[in-house]
């Protein structure tokens, strides 16, 4: 599992860290990363280092002395370096002084000579002319979008961008963009990841992320954020053991669907029967259409007569008037843990009472998308994602899961999970209705609701992903994805598990131990 941690926990620990390191050792240790990065990145690119050029757009603070040390140590391998410099007064003195003693040359961002856009002509040159350029210009101190200079430079690069620490003008806390910023192809950070390396706009922004150790890791708190990498997830599946049966690997009911649209039925039933290998039970006004398409389902007419079950899955089609209520309110009286969602969210938001059906100590999931959310809170949850979420999940005492192209999970208790899933496939409709079937179908088989949402927030992206690529009509492997409706992310879902379960079983093969580097 990765952490993700906040500037204000990473400057405590920076602050832990400076009283056995000196600072101006930690912040050559960080550069030092970012050179070999850059260097890895120009072989790549250019196939070769010496004689290529980089540029470096210099801030006002401590991630402009990264980039200054790193354009030091690159000049020593034979690069040609130029650092351009936003703030010359306030530019990192040791830094600007390594870089021209490794025979660097700095210029100023606006002068001299300035076009109509106020670009210096000296900059402008160095920016056309370089292979690559290292962001500099603001880390974690960074407050809003580029500003008007900062824009214009960062707007003429052709160059792959090496991003220190987080790609300038994202919001190192919440991942937002509101303006001009940094789209970095690679970012080279410290430590460990940031909450913008994996929320939002930041996440994509970020471009790859390559975390260098510069002895922080034994300063730094529990992290803010945790997100399940594919064997975290896999490790977690439930699979039936030699001693289980139908009963034991869990039960889940499914409430869903009505007569005229049975198709929330089918496809939040279908995710919970491939989802583990526990009985389905349906209840609900579409038993005809789930048993059709589902055969392996026990499907009833109406929750009272579904029999007993480990947890549940309620809402997608079951609509807001009386019978949908009945339906909730049943569900959430059961003393089972529910995973809640879509009609189930409006019934809740609009009445009150429906709450103290609820048995308080039966876990509750809501998946909530940011309109939901706002009908359940009276506002859209905003730039800060997380702190919405945790808030909500703290006021109403149940995991929250909030959808969006990166997931947000919160806990009552305040921990977070998120699953950025960096593409938007699973953005078709009834795409919501298979997660609400995995989740409840982890939930039954007994998995802890914050782990549950986790994997089933993985598993449904990677699903999509493995649908919307597929295979070319020659039959081999795509690049590029084509739209999908969920039908198609749900046929996907045993691939996807197959996948998560195998990158469980590689890191456990004793043979990966033994033998570094492979
Ligand atoms: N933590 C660690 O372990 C280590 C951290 N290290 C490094 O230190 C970095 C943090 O450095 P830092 O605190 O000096 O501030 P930093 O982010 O460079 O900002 C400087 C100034 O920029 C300005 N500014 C603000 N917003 C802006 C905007 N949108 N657009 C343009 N400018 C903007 C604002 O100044 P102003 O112009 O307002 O006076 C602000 O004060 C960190 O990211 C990492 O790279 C490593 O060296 C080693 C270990
Ligand atoms: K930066």
Redesign the pocket.
């Known amino acids: 599992m990765l952490g993700a941690w906040t500037p204000e926990q ?2 405590d620990a ?1 602050q832990r860290l400076f009283a056995r390191v000196p600072e101006p050792a ?2 050559r240790r ?1 550069a030092w990363g970012v050179a070999t990065e850059t260097a890895r990145l120009l072989r790549e690119s250019t196939g070769g280092v010496a004689g290529r050029r980089v540029a470096l757009l210099v ?8 980039a200054l040390w790193a354009g030091a140590f690159l000049r020593r391998r034979g690069i040609g370096v130029t650092a351009v410099l936003l ?1 010359p007064d ?1 530019a990192h003195s040791a830094g600007l002084a390594g870089l021209r003693r490794a025979g660097g040359r700095a210029v100023l961002a606006d002068g001299p000579n300035p076009d109509t856009s106020g670009i210096g002509a000296e900059a402008a040159d160095a920016l056309e002319r370089a292979d690559a350029v290292i962001d500099g ?11 008007p200079v ?1 824009a214009e430079l960062v707007h003429r690069v052709e160059a792959p961008i090496v991003a ?2 987080l790609p ?2 994202v919001d190192p806390v919440t991942g937002a963009v509101d303006g001009p910023a940094v789209s970095a192809d690679l970012t080279v950070t ?2 460990g990841l940031k909450p913008c390396h994996v929320l939002g706009a930041g996440a994509v922004r970020s471009g790859s992320v390559e975390v260098v150790d ?1 002895g ?1 890791d034994d300063e730094l708190p529990e992290p803010e954020l945790r997100l399940l990498e594919a064997a975290d997830v896999g490790a977690g599946w439930p699979v039936p053991g030699p001693d289980d049966d139908k009963y034991s690997t869990g039960v889940v009911g499914v409430a869903a669907g009505s007569a005229t649209y049975p198709g929330a039925a089918v496809l939040a039933t279908g995710a919970a029967v491939q989802a583990t290998a526990g009985m389905v039970r349906y209840a609900g006004p579409a038993a005809d259409a789930v048993r059709g398409r589902w055969p392996e389902t026990v499907a009833t007419g109406s929750v009272g007569d579904a029999g007993r079950v480990q947890a549940w899955a309620v809402g997608p089609g079951i609509g807001t008037g009386a019978s949908g209520r009945e339906v909730l309110a049943h569900v959430l009286e059961s003393g089972r843990p529910v995973c809640a969602d879509a009609d189930s969210i409006t019934l809740l938001a609009a009445d009150e009472a429906l709450w103290d059906s609820r048995d308080p100590d039966a876990p509750l999931v809501l998946t909530p998308h940011a309109g939901e959310f706002a009908r359940l809170v009276g506002a859209e949850p905003g730039a800060d994602r997380v702190a919405a979420a945790r808030e909500v999940a703290a006021r109403f005492d149940v995991h929250l899961l909030l959808k969006g192209n990166t997931t947000v999970i919160a806990a009552p208790d305040g921990r977070v999970l998120v699953n950025d899933a960096r593409h938007a496939w699973p953005a078709t409709a009834g795409s919501g209705d298979v997660l609400t079937g995995l989740i409840g179908a982890l939930l039954a088989a007994g998995v802890d609701p914050l782990l549950a949402c986790g994997q089933a927030a993985h598993v449904h992206s990677l699903a999509a992903e493995v649908a919307a690529h597929g295979a070319k009509a020659d039959g081999s492997a795509a690049v590029s994805g084509a739209p999908i409706g969920a039908s198609a992310l749900l046929a996907a879902v045993p691939a996807a598990i197959r996948t998560v379960r195998d990158s469980a079983a590689e890191l456990t093969r004793p043979g990966d131990v033994v033998a570094p580097g492979r």
């Open positions: 990473v400057r920076e930690v912040m960080a801030g006002a603070g401590n991630n402009g002395g990264d703030s306030k210009i603001v880390g974690l101190s960074a407050r809003g979008a580029l500003r900062a220190v620490d300038s003008g410290f430590g510069i922080l």
